[in-house]
């Protein structure tokens, strides 16, 4: 293959990733393994940016891919498609939120990524801001040099008083069954979701719930029940069992699994 072949190639792999969610994760880590049900997600998150969809719940065991899709490499393409985004991502722990953080980081200052959003950049010895001073950087919240951007990362029932979120990301807001048997637990979570991280939205916000549950009354089924009072907000809900089971009426269309296939052997 000629230079100016393969120079062509790439340069459409590139175009494609600032489009599609998809291209842009096999594009920035090459080694990603990608299952069926991760392009269905993929294309749920396009849906969810061009507005299509602003409520999405995506439900899925442990293990499956889903923090490296939604809590590492979703932010980052938000941010690289549109640098003024106010992201709020988080999880049941502040520890786990900062290690996304991090995560986050590392995929903005990779040489790929600059490839295909070279406009987004984060401050950084490398980076020049004499107009505009220097940027946030650390573990709890980042900005964009030269946009409104940001990135704040919480725990679940952590402060967030004074951010804006045009995107809210909730990743497993709890941590294992134990947790989401408690009562008081799941009471609190549902708290500071309503008051707290909701009333962070800016008009045109989306919230995207990815989790694996543990339990009916969890803030999952909370919102779902709520979808029926007058005026409840309507959300797209993805589910991916580990295991399909006969008769269950929330299986996606395309899972064309039978009874005890495995999601991802």
């Known amino acids: ?63 499956h891919g889903k923090s490296e899709l939604i809590s590492r490499r979703f932010p980052a393409y938000v941010l690289g498609r549109d640098p003024d985004a106010e992201i709020i991502a988080c999880s049941y722990s502040s520890d786990l939120a900062q290690l996304m953080n991090r995560d986050v980081q590392r995929i903005i200052d990779d040489p790929l990524y600059a490839e295909i959003f070279p406009d987004t950049k984060l401050f950084g010895s490398n980076v020049r801001t004499v107009a505009h001073g220097s940027y946030l950087r650390n573990s709890d919240i980042f900005e964009i040099v030269g946009h409104k951007g940001t990135y704040r990362a919480a725990g679940i029932g952590g402060g967030i008083t004074g951010m804006g979120s045009k995107y809210a990301i909730i990743d497993d807001p709890h941590k294992n069954r134990q947790e989401a048997n408690s009562q008081t637990i799941r009471d609190t979570i549902w708290e500071w979701y309503t008051s707290t991280l909701y009333t962070r939205l800016t008009p045109d ?42 008769g269950r009426s929330d299986r996606h269309p395309e899972d064309a699994r039978k009874t005890g296939e495995a999601l991802w052997p």
């Open 205 to 246: 916000g989306r919230v995207l719930i990815i989790l694996t549950r543990w339990h009916e009354d969890d803030i999952v089924g909370r919102l779902i029940t709520h979808q029926h009072d007058e005026g409840g907000e309507q959300w797209r809900v993805i589910s991916f069992p580990a295991l399909p089971e006969d």
């Open 1 to 63: 293959m000629s230079n100016l072949a393969q120079a062509i190639i790439e340069a459409a792999k590139r175009e494609l990733s600032r489009r599609s969610f998809i291209d842009f994760v096999t594009y920035t880590k090459p080694d990603y393994e990608v299952n069926w049900h991760h392009k269905i997600i993929c294309r749920e998150i396009d849906a969810l940016v061009r507005g299509d969809v602003t409520r999405l719940i995506l439900c899925m065991p442990p293990r």
